[in-house]
């Protein structure tokens, strides 16, 4: 995908870097991102964040927690401003439930 080629693409606004380490960003994504927003802040949990796309987006008006199975996609979403990223199976690394 020309997204690799180029190494970054853009999303809701923002160009984020990209590499085969991580899935490339889809516009219709950016639809989950403003259902978010819409609803008041708190805490959220981004799931297999890959490029971090989505926790960057949000992370400005609510807490937001990374996670990714991966430590090169992990590094990829730190590398794009994602502020807490735990490389980690599922929601493994907080079994108390809180994150």
């Not at 080629?5 to 160009?15: A, D, P, Q, S, V």
Request: with cysteine; charged share 25%.
């Amino acid at each position: 995908p020309l997204a690799y080629i180029l190494g970054k693409k853009e999303f809701f606004g923002r160009e984020f870097r990209v590499t085969p380490a991580v899935l490339i960003p889809r516009p219709e994504t950016e639809t989950l991102v403003e259902a978010v927003l819409e609803r008041p802040p708190g805490r959220t949990l981004d799931v297999g964040t890959g490029s971090g796309a989505i926790a960057v987006c949000l992370q400005a008006t609510r807490s937001v927690v990374a996670i990714d199975l991966s430590p090169a996609a992990a590094e990829i979403a730190r590398e794009n401003g994602a502020d807490r990223v735990v490389v980690g199976d599922l929601v493994a690394p907080f079994p108390d439930g809180r994150f």
